[in-house]
């Protein structure tokens, strides 16, 4: 009990000087401001890239019907043509759909290839832009 | 809770927060302000997470003690390093030295122990409200309060 009265009378008397409460509040302030301008960013970039997402998806969809329709009405003559082969493997009865699916795969591929690296060179640009800005 | 009203309800708390960090830093001033700024950004990310059902005082405490014991453990992975160069030491204003015996007596207590006695002491919580504030369990914080008070005591009293 001795200890206890002791103790609470050392800290009823800490009254430190902690400045400024404005300048405190101010700094604070500024710093929400700055955590603000960093979530607004990310949430235009995860929006952007959702955007992206759906665009590259869309365009592989349309590159596959494209394709589909380009085998479909594609003349005669099988694209892999199996009697030449001379073999009866299974693979090869089904090679028109192996070589739609490979097609379609790399069409994709090729998309995705080509959204990143237009959505790279368009946030490198805006980099740029934002470092001659600061400058 | 609105960014608004969060700012209102801070700007009530903040003097109690940085008092109780100035204390938990053993006064330095320069690291208790940078820990609570660093708390109320962290509160402010969470506040989704904050139930009206807590006390908002609370909440903060528990966010700057999380945010002071990390800061504990940054530092002693930087110790080796600062030991190599010159070890920071706080600005000694009026107002430190003031303090400096209760700083010096704070400083020798573990975290933990210097937490508890803050809380019970300075800012007058209850045991439970200290259990839920640095989640331990309601015997290990008598215990953290026990010890504390004990060394207390005694480096003030030789202090004096």
Known sequence: ?135 | MKREKFVIELSKEQRTLRRFLLALCCGDQSQADDLAQETLIKAYLSIDRYSEIEKFSSWLKKIAYNTFLDNVKSQRRLSSLEAATNEKSPVETDDFLKYQDLYMALDKLSPKERTAILLYYMDGYAIKEICEIVDCTESAVKQQLSRGRKQLKTMLEDGR
Do not use: Q
Request: charged residues 20%; aromatic residues 8%.
């Open chain 1, 1 to 135: 009990m001795e200890d206890d009265k002791l103790i609470r009378c050392i800290f009823e008397d800490y009254k430190p000087d902690l400045g400024n409460d404005n300048d405190f509040m101010l700094t604070f302030e500024k710093k929400l401001e700055m955590v603000e301008l960093v979530k607004r960013h990310r949430k235009t970039n995860l929006r952007h890239m959702k955007m992206l997402l759906a665009i590259t998806f869309l365009l592989g969809v349309l590159s596959a019907v494209f394709v589909v329709l380009l085998i479909s009405y594609s003349p005669s003559s099988p694209i892999v043509d199996i009697d030449s082969l001379g073999t009866g493997i299974l693979m090869f009865v089904n090679g028109r759909i192996i070589v739609l699916g490979t097609l379609s795969m790399l069409m994709s591929l090729g998309v995705i290839g080509f959204v990143s690296l237009l959505y790279n060179w368009l946030n490198s640009a805006k980099e740029n832009e934002t470092i001659v800005y600061r400058r």
